[in-house]
């Protein structure tokens, strides 16, 4: 069960006040701590508790942070909890932290994402009337593609986080990167 903070965020779609969603989740526990956080909230928690001197694990690929999103939002949690309730109670609002293009970036060039992955999104993304960027650039038919993907991963990431996760599962699941991790687009198993 995922702690839904979210939906004291938008109400019709349109996006409340931030004092309004803090205040919404005043009365949900913080102090569970078997949080059911999404992936938004786990990152907003790692971010907010870093802000305070949290520390993860140094200098690994950026892959394994995403491996252990969950667990380092834990941790954070529990660090949060400690020194700043109030900090855990607005990361858990908090609006999405990745930019879309960073994003979909790290997605596309996992080196899991593949040419089926990116013809299931632009799909997705053309059912949506999503119409990518063109480019003046002369590009190969697959170069096109690709960029069309990435393009779509961007917009379903800003737009339709749900329905992007619906497509392409683990691949989504990113975590903000410390300044010590190193980028690979390769992801193998620790």
């Known amino acids: 069960m995922l702690l839904d903070c979210g939906a004291a965020v938008t109400k019709g779609g349109k996006p409340r006040s931030r004092s309004v969603a803090v ?9 569970d701590d078997r949080l059911g956080l999404s992936d938004r909230q786990a990152r907003a928690v790692i971010i907010a508790a870093e802000r305070l ?19 380092d939002a834990l941790e954070a949690a ?7 309730r109030d900090a855990l109670r607005e990361a858990l609002v908090a609006e999405e932290t990745l930019p879309a293009d960073h994003a979909a970036g790290r997605i596309t ?13 632009i799909r997705a993304t053309a059912e949506l009337d999503f119409t990518p960027p063109s480019t003046d650039l002369p590009l190969l038919p697959w170069q096109m593609t690709w960029e069309h993907a990435r393009a779509a ?19 989504v699941r990113l ?15 620790r």
């Open 78 to 84: 529990d660090y949060l909890r400690a020194r700043d």
């Open 153 to 171: 991963v961007a917009f379903m990431w800003e737009q339709h986080p749900s329905r992007l996760a619906e497509l392409l599962g683990d691949l």
């Open 23 to 31: 205040a919404h989740c005043d009365d949900m526990r913080v102090d």
């Open 53 to 71: 001197a949290f520390e993860r694990e140094p200098d690994l690929y950026d892959c394994w942070y995403d491996q252990s999103l969950h667990d």
């Open 175 to 189: 975590a903000p990167l410390p300044l010590g991790a190193r980028h690979t687009g390769r992801c193998s198993s």
């Open 109 to 121: 060039e996992s080196g899991r994402f593949t040419l089926a992955d990116a013809d299931l999104v």
